[in-house]
Every structure is written in structure tokens, then in C-alpha cells.
């Protein structure tokens, strides 16, 4: 089983400040099978990156994703009120199709 | 657009039988396309995949619930179910049904239903 696990566990920001949340592989994801969602109290997850990079149809081109083999990154350029929230990654290269344990993200 | 609505009894005793449906409304559960999955979510934490169903191309489970978990799919009504036996209060979680299909860039689960709140209590 492959295990992600997201850092840090919770990041106090500002709106208008970057967020950086890390999301590590126990072993090597293919670049087509990483995806992230954010989740807001009450919601389904809604999926924002796929492929490792691409945006889902819809979210905003705050928000982007790099990386590749152990390590992958999402990015908030600059955070609105609306992007508090927690977020996971997930992968799909390997069965079971694990989650991270999430990033929650809150106003400082 | 193609939505998803899960639906089942919200009690489940311990020792029984958890049996949630979900009905797929913009897409045939027939797809080529698709795979559909269960996620679920105990309360206050992460997210658990437990397995998917495609039409032609079978099932695949978490190992960790495999003994206990099957995925099916009913053409005639459009939807695929979830049974969870022998629950215990563990079991207890908010459950989401999902579609996952991919694309040039990749894969990637981009339509959820809402999720239904499952209590394993007697």
C-alpha cells in the first residue's frame, strides 16, 4: 500500500499569502495518478488538481500542482477567504487508492 | 452533468449488514468511462477508500475491508451499492459514492455524491 503523507498537519495563514502544502509517497506515483481535493466543513471533497498539475474544470488558476515520483506540491498563489478549508491528496497509481491524512488550512 | 445520491438506512446494529446505494443520474452506470467508488469519512477524519466497480472491468478493495466488502453495479436502475458486513461501531462514518474517470492528463475522482451518514449502534 502506498502512503501519502501531507505536511504539515495545519497551516495558520493570512488572505493574500501563499500556501504551500506537501503531500510525500512511500514509494514512486506516476505523474497521471496524483490528484487533490479540498473539503469544506460539511461537504463532499471537490476534486481541484489532477495529473499532478492540471485544474479541474472551474477552479481558479490560484491554485496549482507540481511534483513528481515521492513528492508533490499544491499551491494557493494567494489565498482568498473561500480557500480555508482542508485539503488531501490522493493517488491512483497503485490499489488501494489511498488518501493523505489532509492539510487543514486556517485563517491566522 | 452527471450527480450522484447515495441513499440507506442511517442505523446499522453491530454484527449486521451495511447496504448503501447510489444512483447515478447524467451518465450510464454502463460507461466505459467510468469507475465508481465508495470513500469513507469517520467523523473529524480522513478519507478511506474502500473500492470501485467498473461495468466490464470488475472490482477492486481496499485490502483492509476486502473480506467484509462487495461492490456492485445494477444496470437496470442505473446505480451500484455497497455491502459492509459483520459492521461494528468502527464502521461508523459519513460514506460517499464517486465516479472516477481519466483523461489525457490523468485520472481523477471528479464527481461525488453528497455522502450519507452511517451510525453502527444498537
Known amino acids: 500500500e502506498i502512503v501519502l503523507t501531507q505536511s504539515p498537519g495545519t497551516l495558520s495563514l493570512s488572505p493574500g499569502e501563499r500556501a504551500t502544502l506537501s503531500c510525500r509517497a512511500s514509494?514512486?506515483?506516476?505523474?497521471?495518478?496524483l490528484a487533490w481535493y479540498q473539503q469544506k466543513p460539511g461537504q463532499a471533497p471537490r476534486l481541484l488538481i489532477y495529473?499532478?498539475?492540471r485544474r479541474a474544470t472551474g477552479i481558479p488558476n490560484r491554485f496549482s500542482g507540481s511534483g513528481s515520483g515521492t513528492d508533490f506540491t499544491l499551491t494557493i498563489s494567494r489565498l482568498e477567504p473561500v480557500d480555508f478549508a482542508v485539503y488531501y491528496c490522493?493517488?491512483?497509481?497503485?490499489?488501494?487508492?489511498?488518501f493523505g491524512q489532509g492539510t487543514k488550512l486556517e485563517i491566522k | 452533468q452527471v450527480q450522484l445520491q447515495e441513499s440507506g438506512p442511517g442505523l446499522v446494529k453491530p454484527s449486521q449488514t451495511l447496504s448503501l446505494t447510489c444512483s447515478v443520474s447524467?451518465?450510464?452506470?454502463?460507461?466505459?468511462?467510468?469507475?465508481w467508488s465508495w470513500i469513507r469519512q469517520p467523523a473529524g477524519k480522513g478519507l478511506e477508500w474502500i473500492g470501485r466497480?467498473?461495468?466490464?472491468?470488475?472490482?477492486n478493495y481496499n485490502p483492509s475491508l476486502k473480506s467484509r466488502v462487495t461492490i456492485s453495479v445494477d444496470t437496470s436502475k442505473n446505480q451500484f451499492s455497497l455491502k459492509l458486513t459483520s459492521v461494528s461501531a468502527a464502521d461508523t462514518a459519513i460514506y460517499y459514492c464517486?465516479?472516477?474517470?481519466?483523461?489525457?492528463?490523468?485520472?481523477?475522482?471528479?464527481?461525488w455524491g453528497q455522502g450519507t451518514t452511517v451510525t453502527v449502534s444498537s
Open positions: 464517486a465516479g472516477v474517470d481519466f483523461d489525457f492528463w490523468g485520472w481523477k475522482m471528479d464527481v
Open positions: 490522493q493517488q491512483f497509481n497503485t490499489s488501494p487508492y489511498t
Open positions: 514509494q514512486s506515483v506516476g505523474s497521471t495518478y
Open positions: 495529473g499532478t498539475s
Open positions: 466497480v467498473h461495468n466490464s472491468r470488475g472490482t
Open positions: 447524467g451518465a450510464s452506470i454502463s460507461s466505459d468511462t467510468y469507475y
